[in-house]
Nanobody, 126 residues
């Protein structure tokens, strides 16, 4: 498994921006496909974005497409989530996760990931 630590969450007004970071250690990061999920209060954990090990493939939930961007820096063992035009409904705890296999498949399902960070709270206010 890989150890993951998220940071960058906070309180932001609607329409604002935040950038989340997730630093990895343990497994060779450059071989890890990574994802971001979020979980709002009383809701199930949902897929936000994913990126393949070398960054060549990126995918997004429809709800964030065009507003969020996932990137990675393998030299820094870090994956990022740039969030722009934030909405009230983006309020949630955001988690980064490492896909359990080296093929970039089934990245929308939480059970496809075997390592999770502790989460970082993002609160969007009106």
């Amino acid at each position: 498994q890989v150890q993951l630590v998220e940071s960058g969450g906070g309180l932001v007004q609607a329409g604002g921006s935040l950038r989340l970071s997730c630093v990895a250690s343990g497994r060779t990061f450059s071989r890890c496909n990574m994802g971001w999920f979020r979980q709002g209060s009383g809701k199930e954990r949902e897929f936000v974005a994913a990126i393949s090990s070398r960054g060549g493939s990126r995918d997004y939930a429809d709800s964030v497409k065009g507003r969020f961007t996932i990137t990675r820096d393998n030299a820094k063992n870090t994956v990022y989530l740039q969030m722009n035009s934030l909405k009230l409904e983006d309020t949630a705890v955001y988690y980064c996760a490492a896909l359990r296999w080296e093929n970039y498949i089934n990245y929308i399902r939480p059970e496809s990931y075997d390592s999770w960070g502790q989460g970082t709270q993002v609160t969007v206010s009106s």
